[in-house]
């Protein structure tokens, strides 16, 4: 059975562009995959905290040596690994906010990077173990990213793809709902990224 992670970024709740794409994503793997799950994560809902010192140095304590502290200090960062290491497609919601990702999914990042869980080094360097995975990036701009001028300040889409190779999920897929303040684009920008879907 296919398990799909879902994960949103946005503050635009119901009007978001990237949750429709998102939205959009999941219901053609649900398609294509009719036995699949799916499981929902609202980042900015559960407003994962920033790490701080005691989340750091519990995440490079051997777990045997762990207190007590330690171990509720990286509880949720435990659990979101897990989670990530549960699915078979991940969806991952990204507007582009200020030409980047939005704090709460670099913060979800921030809390998966596990040195010696989520990734590790070998002898030619690092090795991702996140592996198997397809991932779909559901991004949304207001502006045209993907080419000319803009494309040089798209630091969602090249971020993402870095960050996930390290760590294993390198069959990355990004999605575009652009140009959605642009106008003559705008109101077509949705039916376009939808119908660009494509489910491997």
Avoid at 74 to 91: M, P
Avoid at 150 to 163: E, S, T
């Amino acid at each position: 059975m296919t398990h799909i992670l879902h994960l949103k970024s946005s503050i635009q709740g119901a009007a978001s562009h990237s949750i429709k794409l998102g939205n959009a994503i999941v219901e053609k793997i649900q398609d294509k995959y009719p036995n699949s799950t799916v499981e929902e994560l609202n980042l900015v809902d559960i407003e994962i905290p920033h790490l701080n010192p005691a989340v750091l140095r519990a995440m490079f304590t051997p777990k045997d040596q762990l207190s007590e502290a330690d171990k509720e200090s990286v509880r949720l960062s435990d659990e979101l690994v897990k989670q990530l290491f549960g699915a078979d497609i991940i969806v991952i919601g990204a507007p582009l906010i200020n030409f980047t990702i939005h704090s709460a999914l670099k913060a979800w990042i921030d809390h998966i990077t596990r040195a010696g869980i989520t990734f590790g080094y070998g002898e030619s360097g690092p090795i991702g173990k996140i592996t198997g995975k397809k991932v779909y990036v559901a991004m949304s701009s207001g502006g045209i990213y993907s080419e000319g001028p803009g494309k040089a300040n798209d630091f969602v889409a090249p971020y993402l793809k870095a960050f996930l190779g390290f760590l294993g999920m390198t069959d990355l897929t990004v999605l575009r709902a652009e140009g959605l303040k642009v106008p003559g684009v705008k109101d077509h920008a949705m039916e376009k990224a939808i119908d660009s879907i494509k489910i491997d």
